[in-house]
């Protein structure tokens, strides 16, 4: 079946080092992904997304890779600050539909 | 813009007992969904409506929870008879239109005793 994964459930860096979260995906089928930040208490936030026909895309201080070839997703936050500890969420809209499936999460931690 | 907005933001209730959640979307959102919630694990989706009609519902255990959105905007989820296994965080989201990325609510957190 159709499904999201994460390979680290937590993921602890110093305050200014770069994170790299990363999320495993397994329907080939998929052209369309996302990443949500969610802090405790809150819905999940929209950070960036990117489409099958790209392997790179950039935000403010955020890189989304996609490697199709081996249906692998990483989230790379640069300088990362305590407003980034959360839990991180890739999201694929599986065989092209608009629902999207989501992974368990990585669990983000930022030490001063 | 406003956001979405959800209530209530907690409910505790005991197994057996009936409960109804309330989502508004963001105004002029067509697409509205619900997703399930369990601790520690990524939300999963329930119910999805365009509009007033319901696009998919194919994870919704239909023998127990509900879903109406009756004149396109507001939306509640009722679960009746609930289980113990239906604590969990609900989250609405709304999109302009399928496909797009979604805004999602703070979400109604439930436990069931």
């Known amino acids: 079946g159709e499904s999201v994964g994460l390979h680290l459930p937590t993921l602890s860096v110093q305050e200014g080092d770069n994170s790299i979260i990363n999320c495993a995906y397994s329907?080939?089928?998929?052209?369309?992904f996302i990443w949500y930040k969610q802090e405790s208490g809150k819905g999940p936030q929209f950070i960036i997304d990117?489409?099958?026909?790209?392997d790179k895309r950039q935000g403010q201080r955020v890189t989304v890779l996609l490697n199709k070839t081996v249906k692998h997703l990483s989230l790379q936050i640069a300088a990362t600050q305590p407003g980034d500890s959360a839990v991180y969420f890739c999201?694929?809209?599986?065989?092209?539909?608009?629902?999207?499936?989501f992974g368990t999460g990585t669990r983000l931690k930022v030490l001063a | 813009e406003a956001g979405v907005a959800q209530s209530p933001r907690y409910k505790i209730i005991e197994k057996r007992q009936s409960v109804a959640f309330w989502c508004n979307p963001i105004s002029g959102h067509a697409t509205l969904y619900w997703y399930q919630q369990i601790l520690g694990q990524g939300p999963k989706l329930l119910i999805q409506f365009q509009n007033n009609g319901v696009v998919d519902d194919s994870q919704l255990p239909k023998d127990r929870f509900s879903a109406e959105r009756l004149k396109g905007v507001d939306s509640t989820l009722k679960i009746q008879p609930a289980k113990l296994e239906d604590s969990a965080v609900y989250l609405c989201?709304?999109?302009?239109?399928?496909?797009?990325?979604?805004?999602f609510g703070s979400g109604t957190r439930l436990t069931v005793v």
């Open positions: 990117i489409r099958s026909n790209m």
């Open positions: 989201a709304s999109s302009l239109d399928q496909g797009r990325g979604y805004t």
């Open positions: 999201a694929e809209n599986g065989s092209g539909t608009y629902k999207y499936i």
């Open positions: 329907n080939s089928a998929s052209d369309y």
